[in-house]
């Protein structure tokens, strides 16, 4: 049972135009969401975050926007620089218990941002 | 500061042999968290160590994989003996405590490959 999906397995954008990745989860009990990125042959690095109380959060070109009654979160990229091309990954910890901390990804998506 | 820092990068065994990989978490966090991904799927938990201690193991597939972290700093994760499913990238991630917002420091990963 896949709690966290990240239906689009890829996604192609022009440079400068808006990114938008698109994460869905299925476990009420998460209230705090990650994106992380992933460069080929390294480790997901973490990009942004948001918590359950807010419904967005920004830094810089990059937003998520979270819809708690949909289970529903996206990243905006804006404007998409080549350089963000990645493989980026939603993911949620769990919130109690003993696998306080534990993370569920996504699948992933591959952003390809051409020039 | 250094990352974590994992060895090998490769791995290229077969079916049967046994494999050890390392983990070096960054200095002086408390938190070592193993994961894998599989075929370019999601990247699942594997164990949660605090300090030396296992918070939790409950994502580690079956008894031919053994996790240990002596002394609360290196990790290593033994595979005995290997199978073909495997296979795939082992992420090792440090935290410095186990909190909700308390970011996961991710590690190159590990190719193994089980022929």
């Known amino acids: 049972d896949q709690q966290v999906k990240q239906n689009s397995p890829s996604l192609s954008v022009q440079e400068g135009r808006i990114s938008i990745l698109n994460c869905d989860y299925t476990?009420?009990?998460?209230?705090?969401f990650l994106w992380y990125k992933k460069y080929p042959a390294e480790g997901p690095t973490f990009l942004i975050s948001?918590?359950?109380?807010?419904d967005k959060n920004e830094d810089g070109r990059f937003t998520v926007f979270l819809n708690k009654s949909a289970k529903h979160l996206s990243l905006h990229i804006v404007p998409s620089q080549p350089g963000d091309s990645a493989v980026y990954f939603c993911a949620a910890p769990n919130a109690g218990g003993t696998s306080y901390g534990k993370l569920t990804f996504g699948q992933g998506t591959i952003l390809t941002v051409h020039p | 500061e250094a990352g974590v820092t994992q060895f090998p990068s490769h791995s290229v065994i077969e079916k049967g042999q046994t494999v050890t990989l390392r983990c070096d978490p960054i200095s002086g966090h408390d938190n070592l968290y193993w994961y894998r991904r599989v075929m370019g799927k999601e990247i699942k938990f594997l164990l949660h160590f605090v300090k030396e201690s296992k918070q939790d193991e409950s994502g580690m597939p079956n008894n031919r994989f053994l996790a240990e972290r002596t002394g609360g700093t290196y990790s290593t994760l033994k595979v005995q003996p290997a199978e073909l499913e495997d296979s795939g990238v082992y992420f090792c991630?440090?935290?410095?405590?186990?909190?909700?917002?308390?970011?996961?420091?991710f590690g190159p990963g590990t190719r193994l490959t089980v022929l």
């Open positions: 948001i918590s359950s109380i807010k």
């Open positions: 476990n009420s009990m998460f209230d705090y």
């Open positions: 991630a440090s935290s410095p405590r186990p909190g909700l917002t308390d970011t996961q420091y």
